[in-house]
């Protein structure tokens, strides 16, 4: 939180010099040099809708009061890969939420491909965390043992009839990071330490491949997949690979409708966390005006009232002088209160592309 608060410190008064000094930026003019309006563009992804979409316009009236400025935010809500292709093809966004980290490399490495100068992405604050589970219903797992990737490889070598499914990895950041986990257990590897070679692994191909034979649906988006799922309950999939908050936002519903539990597993090998990285761009359409906007925005966001607010959506706070809801994570809503596995570092954008390549060779090809 010290390195938080210098970051914002300092980027606001960057901000704040140059604007009182240039008087660049666009809205309007305002008193001492200032505008009378801000607007930005915040391209973020649909895990934390709700909660952005809650506390957007309550972050518009609080910067009014502070500044006597009139501040804009325009949501645009996306898949995150879609995000990144969004900014490629031309989208300016003066801030960028992704689901997880994994990202940041992989939008630096494609904006340079096509042409960018420099990254795009140089700094990040997460907002919200929330850790990869391998999810099943507690009769599912009272039948067999499941701790982790290896458990599921296991059952289908022995024969074991079981329905699995995942996010589409090609549309979803939940699915790349069920892939991701999937090859860390193939490879026994931690995926900072996978390279593009580990892809044509014929041994870690076979693993991964039979545990996506059990597949029996790919959906677009990781709350899909989680409503899902609590839908169409046990007959129609045994466990499957989404994030904590979709196990939260389902458990009451998956319990009632059923007569059965969703339950969380913590991959006891490592999981990976959707830390849903704030990024302010780095690119010639951000202006001091935004930049200052958006860090304020970052700023309210981390207060410790919206944090809680995002518990109640799911997510855990990324502001760690925040307490944990033992009213949201806990037992009942089918996850743990405390994470006991370790997390993993998130790979780089040219072992990710290679992923995106393989990936086609080791789905289920019927689902």
Same mark, same amino acid.
């Given at each position: 939180?010290? $390195? ?11 901000? #704040? ?11 309007? =003019? ?15 992804? =649909? ?11 309550? @972050? ?6 502070? @500044?006597?400025?009139? !501040? ?28 997880? =980290?994994?990202?940041? =490399? &992989?939008?630096?490495d ?22 990869? !589970? ?7 797992f ?9 458990? $599921?490889y ?9 329905k ?16 991701v ?5 193939? +490879? ?51 466990? @499957?690979?989404? &994030?904590?908050?979709? !196990? ?5 519903k ?7 539990s +969703? ?18 761009l ?14 304020? &925005? $970052?700023? &309210? +966001? ?55 390549t ?8 019927? #689902?």
């Open positions: 939180m010290l $390195l938080i608060g210098i970051l914002i410190g300092f980027m606001v008064f960057l901000a #704040v010099s140059s604007i009182m000094s240039t008087g660049e930026g666009g809205g309007g =003019s305002g008193q001492e040099g200032l505008p009378s309006s801000i607007t930005f563009d915040f391209l973020y992804t =649909s895990e934390k809708q709700a909660w952005i979409q809650e506390v957007t316009p309550e @972050f518009e009236q609080w910067f009014f009061e502070r @500044f006597n400025i009139t !501040v804009k935010v325009n949501l645009d809500v996306r898949g995150s890969h879609d995000t990144v292709n969004q900014i490629i093809w031309g989208a300016q966004p003066t801030a960028w939420s992704p689901a997880s =980290s994994l990202w940041i =490399s &992989y939008l630096n494609e904006w340079i491909h096509a042409g960018g100068t420099q990254e795009i992405a140089t700094d990040s604050t997460p907002l919200v965390l929330s850790p990869v !589970v391998i999810v099943g219903w507690a009769s599912f009272e039948e067999n043992k499941v701790t982790g990737f290896q458990d $599921l296991q059952l289908a070598i022995d024969g074991i009839d079981y699995y499914g995942h996010p589409d990895p090609l549309l979803s950041n939940g699915g790349v990071m069920a892939e986990l999937e090859f860390a257990d193939a +490879l026994d590897k931690k995926p900072d330490q996978f390279i593009i070679d580990d892809f044509t692994n014929e041994t870690a191909l076979n693993f991964v491949r039979t545990i996506e034979s059990n597949t029996v649906n790919y959906e677009k988006s990781t709350g899909f997949f989680g409503r899902w799922a609590a839908l169409n309950g046990p007959d129609a999939i045994d466990c @499957f690979t989404v &994030y904590e908050s979709v !196990v939260i936002r389902n458990a009451d998956a319990n009632k409708t059923w007569g059965d +969703l339950v969380a597993v913590y991959p006891k090998e490592g999981t990976l966390l959707s830390d849903h990285p704030f990024v302010i780095n690119a010639p359409w951000v202006n001091e005006y935004q930049k200052f906007a958006a860090s304020q &925005y $970052l700023f &309210y +966001l981390l207060q410790e009232q919206n944090q809680d607010k995002a518990q109640e959506h799911g997510f855990r706070p990324a502001n760690p002088s925040v307490p944990l809801n033992p009213e949201v994570f806990n037992e009942k809503n089918g996850v743990d209160f405390e994470i006991q596995v370790p997390i993993y570092r998130p790979m780089s954008g040219e072992v990710m592309k290679a992923l995106f393989v990936w086609p060779s080791v789905k289920n090809p019927g #689902v």
